[in-house]
């Protein structure tokens, strides 16, 4: 396991990772979820072997400290990311992100465009205030002191065993703040981010989830967009076959 210091005041993030060739590959987990849990299964296949690979955990989640003065905003997960990046000399790589770390990710590329050479967003989150069935707007809709006291108990009863199983991993008053700085959205806002961006990018939507929100202007933008069939909001895991394929850059 590897860390570094991300807020000058002594709290780590920390990520595990397997050797390899550079680029590494860096997988991001989305909100209330673990990056070695999420993707660990798709850097093991066979074509992927051979690439660095990086399993980061984000403030507040999984292994990686959980500072209560952190205020957990897509920029502040941003930075503590660029942090470890730096810590690890992993310049260029490719980010293959969730949802939330996504959203993150793309905070990171048009922050540190230096440690980004591609992206692979998976349903990542990219305009404000998504809509009331995304599973930050139940988090946020509590008052903070109102999560920790409870809430966050009621939400794991809600969300379904599979993502309890990591959610219950993060610090509640992390991932309340979280769920408010992902709701609340980047300036500027992260789909502006995702059609700017110089370098190759890949957006992947479960066929599940429905439509994509203006998925003609990112192709447009030049964004490649993938619907990736029987999937929903966890490609990895509703179809690794198709997810590892785009990861590896095979279609």
């Given at each position: ?13 920390r ?14 987990h ?29 403030p507040?989640?999984g ?46 590329a ?22 009331s ?13 109102e999560?920790v006291?409870g809430?966050?108990?009621?939400v ?5 065993p ?5 959610m219950?991993?993060?610090d ?21 981010i995702l ?10 939507q ?12 990112l ?13 929903g ?9 198709v997810f ?8």
């Amino acid at each position: 396991m590897q860390q570094a210091e991300f807020d000058g005041k002594g709290a780590h993030i920390r990520w595990t990772e397997t050797p390899g060739a550079d680029p590494a590959r860096v997988y991001l987990h989305g909100l209330g979820a673990t990056s070695f849990v999420y993707h660990a299964h798709i850097a093991a296949r066979p074509e992927l072997a051979g690439r660095r690979s990086l399993f980061v955990d984000l403030p507040g989640h999984g292994i990686s400290d959980r500072p209560r003065h952190f205020g957990y905003t897509l920029e502040e997960h941003a930075d503590a990311l660029a942090a470890a990046l730096d810590a690890a000399d992993a310049t260029g790589a490719e980010l293959i992100a969730h949802s939330m770390g996504g959203s993150v990710a793309l905070v990171l590329a048009h922050r540190r465009p230096d440690l980004v050479s591609r992206l692979v967003l998976t349903e990542a989150n990219l305009d404000r205030d998504p809509p009331s069935t995304a599973g930050s707007s139940g988090i946020a809709s509590y008052e903070e002191d109102e999560f920790v006291d409870g809430g966050h108990a009621r939400v794991l009863e809600k969300v379904g065993p599979v993502w309890a199983a990591t959610m219950r991993l993060a610090d509640p008053r992390a991932l309340h703040r979280s769920a408010v700085g992902l709701r609340r959205g980047s300036d500027p806002v992260m789909r502006t981010i995702l059609e700017e961006l110089p370098m190759e990018r890949v957006y992947l939507q479960g066929e599940l989830s429905g439509d994509l929100a203006d998925a003609a202007g990112l192709r447009a933008a030049g964004v490649r967009v993938v619907t990736v069939p029987g999937a929903g909001h966890n490609v990895m895991f509703d179809n690794p076959d198709v997810f590892a394929a785009v990861v590896a850059g095979r279609l």
